[in-house]
């Protein structure tokens, strides 16, 4: 389309919408870690969170705003002088920032959930963008609910909303609602008929309720959207958001279709998705596009064959372009810090002190002892994993014993040291995990609900490390907690204390979101 900018602003939200799928909830420091992946990976904008959600997403936005350089760092907001005032102040530290404040435009939002008239939602929109341009250079209005808007009332209040100083704008399909062609239809009527239209990037926003949230965003990058918001494995609200990979994947796949420059590192795409997966405690299904574990698996002989004459009869993309590569041995029990702490970079993590890379080191060490092949999966499970220093100081497992016969109720007995105090526990249960598990909850007495309990084996082999995700439920309040180990008994009396210490830590704190 003429007059069109060809750079695609890719805009993840991995942190925030990403954030809001139950149980995603991530620590300070995780999402340090994610947010720097991301930067590695030239993402354009990270929306970091929502300021005046709560003191905890506040302070990880300015620390991201702080530490993270090349990446626009954004805060939403609504369109309220006190949420638009502590996204300002979070991003205070930033390079690049970003305000991005919303406000919902379709009928049924306005009249139900906001109780005002379509006049008061474009007056409050005007007003909210103006203050926030007061506090910043870049800002971004989007009209929640956008894929249920009247087309007259979005053309309306999007020009308002340049007028006031957005120079993006964004449409968001909050509910999933949309149909690719007539998405991609309505993003070309809003930008032929409104007269300013040329004054911002037209960005999207789509939610996957109908399993279409990225077939949607790349109809709208079709009809000239140039800003994509995505996260990471499509994680989001509800049934999610558009995933960053298929749209970077499907824009670079198909130059011919899209022509637009897309600056997305690809090669960083699956480390991404891994240190998202493992830290939220969300698995990645195999069969997930681009970053399942079977999306480059050949099984079938005609496909095999296939591939051995010419690996283009059957793939589209390359697999090393999107950061896969053969499970390498990468390390081994005679390796040495400088390797290890090399190797931990290029897989995107850096020691922040002396000390944390000596503990890692150690762990790797002990970890080397017992397994003989060290792959990058359990390097990143051993920052992943690591206890932060609250956790330390509250549970840790030092000890578990367990005896399984057939024919007999298994009984373990576990050590933890609480407080700083040795306690020991001893239980039966159905089997050798439930068993730790009953022994662990006589100690510390969380009277949680199991909501999940899943293993994922990080590499291949009978000594692979195990990943346990056990998801707790209490008063409404939900919490991941993740652990790994070569002995899957000792994952799970891991990461089942893990859990125990979010909910512990998640209710010392007033808002209902969990953030530790
Ligand atoms: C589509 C999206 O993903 S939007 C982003 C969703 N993210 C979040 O909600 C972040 C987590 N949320 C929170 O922490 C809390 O909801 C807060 C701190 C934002 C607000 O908490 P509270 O002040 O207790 O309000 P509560 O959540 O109960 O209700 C929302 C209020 O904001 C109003 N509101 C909703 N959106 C907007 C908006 N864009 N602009 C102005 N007001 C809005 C609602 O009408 C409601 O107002 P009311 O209290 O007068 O009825
Ligand atoms: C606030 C907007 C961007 C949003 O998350 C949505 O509408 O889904």
């Not at 709560?54 to 991201?64: E, T």
């Not at 309220?80 to 502590?86: A, H, Q």
């Not at 800003?227 to 796949?253: D, F, P, Y």
């Not at 899943?454 to 652990?483: C, F, H, M, W």
């Amino acid at each position: 389309m003429a007059g069109l900018p060809n750079d695609l602003v890719i805009f993840d939200t991995t942190l925030r919408d990403g954030e809001q799928s139950p149980g995603a909830s991530m620590t300070k420091d995780e999402k340090l870690r994610i947010a720097l992946m991301l930067e590695k990976m030239k993402v354009d904008v990270i929306e970091a969170g929502f300021a005046a959600a709560s003191d905890g997403d506040f302070d990880a936005i300015s620390q991201i705003a702080e530490k993270v350089k090349d990446s626009t760092i954004c805060s939403l907001s609504r369109a309220l002088e006190n949420d638009i005032k502590k996204a300002g102040q979070s991003l205070a530290k930033a390079n690049r920032a970003r305000i991005h404040t919303f406000i919902a435009t379709s009928p049924i939002h306005m009249e139900y959930k906001l109780r005002m008239t379509p006049d008061q939602v474009v007056e409050q929109a005007v007003n909210a963008v103006k203050l926030a341009r007061n506090l910043c250079n870049d800002v971004e209005f989007s009209c929640e609910d956008a894929g249920r808007s009247e087309i007259d009332f979005l053309c309306r209040i999007i020009e308002q909303a340049i007028k006031a100083g957005a120079g993006t704008i964004n449409i968001p399909d909050t509910v999933g609602y949309a149909i690719p062609s007539q998405f991609g239809s309505l993003i070309e009527t809003l930008l032929n008929r409104i007269p300013n239209a040329d004054k911002a990037i037209f960005s999207v926003h789509c939610h996957n309720d109908l399993g279409l949230a990225v077939a949607n965003s790349l109809s709208a990058v079709a009809a000239g959207a140039r800003q994509v918001e995505c996260t990471i494995n499509g994680l989001g609200e509800r049934a999610g958001n558009a995933a960053l990979e298929e749209i970077v994947m499907g824009i670079k796949t198909r130059p011919d279709f899209f022509n637009v420059n897309c600056n997305i590192n690809t090669e960083i795409i699956v480390p991404a998705s891994r240190l998202v997966s493992s830290i939220t405690g969300f698995p990645v299904q195999p069969n997930k596009a681009i970053v399942g574990a079977n999306a480059f698996a050949h099984e079938s002989g005609i496909h095999q064959d296939g591939i051995l004459k010419h690996r283009e009869t059957y793939e589209i993309m390359r697999a090393e372009d999107v950061g896969w590569h053969a499970n390498k041995m990468v390390l081994g029990k005679h390796s040495g810090r400088n390797a290890f702490k090399s190797r931990m970079e290029e897989l995107g993590h850096n020691f922040s002190s002396n000390d944390e890379l000596n503990d890692t080191f150690k762990a790797f060490k002990t970890l080397a002892d017992r397994k003989h092949e060290i792959f990058d999966e359990d390097l990143q499970a051993l920052i992943t994993h690591a206890p932060d220093e609250e956790e330390v100081e509250q549970f840790q497992l030092t000890d578990l014993m367990c005896s399984t016969k057939m024919g007999e109720d298994p009984t373990s007995t576990v050590e933890i040291l609480m407080n700083g105090e040795t306690k020991l526990a001893k239980a039966t249960g159905d089997g050798a995990v439930d068993a730790s598990i009953r022994a662990i909850e006589k100690l510390v007495k969380s009277g949680a609900t199991l909501q999940l309990y899943s293993v994922n084996a990080i590499t291949t082999g009978t000594d692979a490390q195990g990943e346990v995700t056990v998801r707790l439920e209490k008063q409404g309040r939900i919490v991941n907690g993740i652990g790994s180990d070569t002995d899957i008994i000792v994952a799970s009396a891991k990461a089942y204390l893990k859990a125990v210490s979010l909910l512990i830590n998640s209710q010392q704190k007033p808002h209902p979101q969990i953030n530790v």
